[in-house]
């Protein structure tokens, strides 16, 4: 099975999941559709560094955390930022979501639009709401 039909499967898997800090929110979302693609997620060392208990952490807090300024920072030293209409696949960001103490909702590119979480699934923005985009780094 190909990266597509990996992602298209994931999400169908997770259509009606309800977003949950710390297990099924917008990090662990597209962690888990990078997997599906790629056999590694992308940020598999950060799940559970964003959260102390039940409570996520402050900003000023992230920033210690993950020695980095700000959250694009923080992506740009794992992935490539791609400039162009993100690829298939693409960790994209937006702000015309519910946004967290990033500023930003993930979500993965799925053609002309992009998959994000809500607090009854998953839904899908149009690929002009995207405010930023990463692909994985090439070996």
């Known amino acids: ?13 997770v259509r009606r999941k309800p977003f949950v800090w710390g297990s099924h929110d917008c990090l ?5 559709a990078f997997k599906a693609m790629h056999g590694a997620g992308w940020a598999d060392d950060w799940l559970g560094r964003y959260m102390d208990g039940s409570r996520i952490l402050r900003k000023n807090e992230l ?7 700000n959250f694009f920072s923080a992506v740009d030293a794992r992935l490539h930022r791609v400039s162009c209409v993100p690829p298939l696949g ?10 967290w103490v990033t500023g930003v909702a993930m979500g993965v590119c ?22 930023g985009a ?3 780094n090439e070996v």
Not at 111 to 130: H, N, Q, R
């Open 28 to 32: 662990t979302f597209t962690n888990d």
């Open 90 to 99: 693409a960790l994209v960001t937006t702000d015309k979501a519910r946004r």
């Open 1 to 13: 099975m190909g990266p597509r039909e990996s992602l298209n499967n994931y999400l169908k898997s």
């Open 134 to 136: 990463w692909v994985k």
């Open 110 to 131: 799925v053609g002309t639009k992009a998959a994000f979480l809500d607090k009854s699934g998953v839904i899908y923005v149009p690929i002009d709401d995207i405010n």
């Open 63 to 69: 920033k210690l955390e993950f020695r980095h300024q």
